[in-house]
């Protein structure tokens, strides 16, 4: 008797699930006229990752000792400015020292279909919907802290900083705009050495005025007083306070002193600093909401160009050659985000494998050989090095990606244990070439940084591991009758190495399920 079309693919699909390489590893074709739907999860955490080979925290690119001006610019702009006033070129202004961890959870849901258009060709599609959570953690400590935030910045001070330091100013400026006014009018003519004096105070003042003025309400942070730098910053002050008072001329004097800082900005006040939307930073939160969204949606074809199936015992050979194409639908992490995460890379990838199956009785391989070409896109980032987070809002620019080409192999032998159980275990190598950034034409190039930044850490190698447990059943019922057949597997994975670039060491859990039906 003549079968159905349509039972006549799922007998084959039996068929081939039977055969030498079926209830081992998923096969990535699908018989003509069958549609196969693909519904999978993934997990992937991480705590740590590697640089160039060191294993470290993955928020250690925030973790300082000290945090100085090397990591935070508005803080090197105030110590530059120091050492222009003071003349004293060794000053140095800490907040303290960092602490920094982060926890990175990635969930992937996938939705996926496959179609048989020939005995050897398949169509195929994947949908993935990303759950990114980020939980970050940053502390300082402020022992040993040699700078704080400037109580009298109109924007990260208090109202009782600005009074001070602006009645300082006024008084300093009244006491210098007298005696200026009364060495004009010769009102010291008569005693040359008070006339002396009134000259070196406006001499030594209205320079140090005019730094004053400049510096202390803009600057975003100032020396703790108490500490060396607050010392070689108050000492012109009181020098000059010194020789108003020996002047001793009526109506000129200066009692008062600008406010500083009196401890180093805590974890939440250096957050505050970094999110005030007028800053220099204008940081989201440090700690990142959680992010839903589509991934990169994949599409591709698989065509079977070998496929060598023994009826009983022999040796079983098949190859596939596997062409996908990433599409740019995911969401990129945020530039005003210093620790999120996004669901994609955002930027067109074509990808071509070579799968071949090898399998002698209940024993086999998979050998995969991948290569990616992934093609440029366009981005809008800070233009900081990933080891300075904290980069100013100002760096902001469109950058031209394009990043590096991948290289990967992998080796998977399998051990059917049961008709439909097999193990399976392998190690994967991927070596990815450095990304290059340029500016977008009619960016304005940002002064003082480069897009070459964004590239440092991007060529990477690394080694996987993994283990899985495999599912195939050909729908065949004990009853005599046949149902759908159906696929299902899961797999645990890890980083294992990495030599160089900045590599998460992952773990991951993955899972899918597979159902044929007939199709159109």
Do not use: C
């Not at 020396?223 to 012109?236: E, K, M, N, R």
């Not at 995911?330 to 074509?350: C, E, H, I, K, N």
């Not at 597997?489 to 044929?516: C, D, I, K």
Request: a positive charge; proline letters at 7%; hydrophobic letters at 40%.
């Amino acid at each position: 008797m003549t079968l159905p079309r349509p039972l006549r693919a799922l007998t084959l699909l039996s068929g081939l699930i039977a055969a030498p390489l079926g209830a081992q590893l998923a096969p990535l074709t699908v018989p003509k006229g069958l549609l196969r739907l693909d519904f999978g999860g993934r997990f992937d955490n991480w705590d740590r990752r590697y640089i160039d080979g060191v294993k470290l925290d993955a928020g250690s690119d925030a973790a300082y000792n000290p945090f100085d001006g090397r990591f935070l610019v508005p803080l090197d702009s105030a110590q530059a400015a120091l050492r222009r006033i003071t003349g004293v070129a060794a000053l140095g202004l800490s907040l303290g020292r960092t602490s920094a961890s982060m926890l990175v959870n990635v969930g992937t849901g996938s939705i996926g279909a496959g179609y048989g258009l020939t005995s050897r060709l398949t169509i195929f599609g994947t949908v993935p919907i990303v759950r990114v959570r980020v939980q970050n953690r940053f502390d300082i400590d402020t022992v040993g802290a040699t700078a704080g935030i400037n109580p009298a910045n109109p924007t990260f001070g208090t109202v009782a900083g600005a009074g001070q330091t602006s009645g300082f100013l006024a008084e300093l400026q009244a006491a210098l705009t007298l005696i200026s006014a009364r060495l004009t009018s010769g009102a010291f003519d008569a005693n040359p050495s008070r006339k002396a004096l009134a000259q070196q105070i406006l001499s030594a003042g209205t320079p140090l005025n005019t730094n004053l003025r400049d510096f202390l309400p803009a600057a975003a942070f100032l020396p703790v007083a108490g500490s060396t730098a607050a010392g070689a910053l108050t000492a012109p002050i009181e020098s000059l306070r010194g020789s108003i008072q020996t002047l001793a001329e009526p109506g000129v004097s200066l009692g008062s002193s600008p406010a500083l800082p009196t401890l180093g900005p805590t974890s939440s006040e250096f957050e505050g600093f970094a999110t005030n939307p007028l800053g220099p930073l204008q940081s989201r939160a440090f700690s990142p909401a959680v992010l839903q969204y589509i991934g990169d949606i994949e599409v591709g074809a698989a065509f079977a160009w070998l496929d060598h199936r023994p009826k009983a015992g022999g040796f079983a050979l098949r190859s596939v050659l596997v062409g996908t194409v990433r599409l740019r639908t995911g969401q990129f992490d945020r530039a005003d985000s210093f620790f999120d995460l996004g669901t994609g890379d955002r930027q067109p990838d074509v990808q071509g494998d070579l799968v071949t199956d090898l399998a002698r009785g209940g024993l086999g391989a998979r050998l995969t050989a991948r290569y990616v070409l992934q093609l440029s896109g366009r981005q809008e980032r800070r233009l900081s090095p990933p080891e300075h987070p904290f980069a100013l809002a100002s760096t902001l620019a469109a950058v031209e990606w394009n990043p590096g080409e991948i290289v990967e192999g992998s080796v998977e032998p399998f051990l059917r244990i049961a008709p439909t159980l097999a193990l399976s275990a392998g190690v994967r190598y991927r070596s990815k070439g450095a990304d290059r950034y340029s500016y977008v034409r009619n960016q304005t190039p940002i002064e003082g940084t480069s897009p070459d930044v964004l590239a440092i850490g991007s060529k990477q190698n690394l080694t996987t591991l993994y283990a899985g447990l495999n599912f195939s059943h050909d729908g065949a019922r004990r009853d005599g009758t046949r149902g759908l057949p159906m696929e299902a597997w899961l797999r645990w994975e890890t980083v294992a190495a990495s030599s160089a670039g900045r590599v998460p060491a992952s773990q991951t859990v993955s899972l899918m399920l597979r159902f044929y039906r007939r199709g159109f």
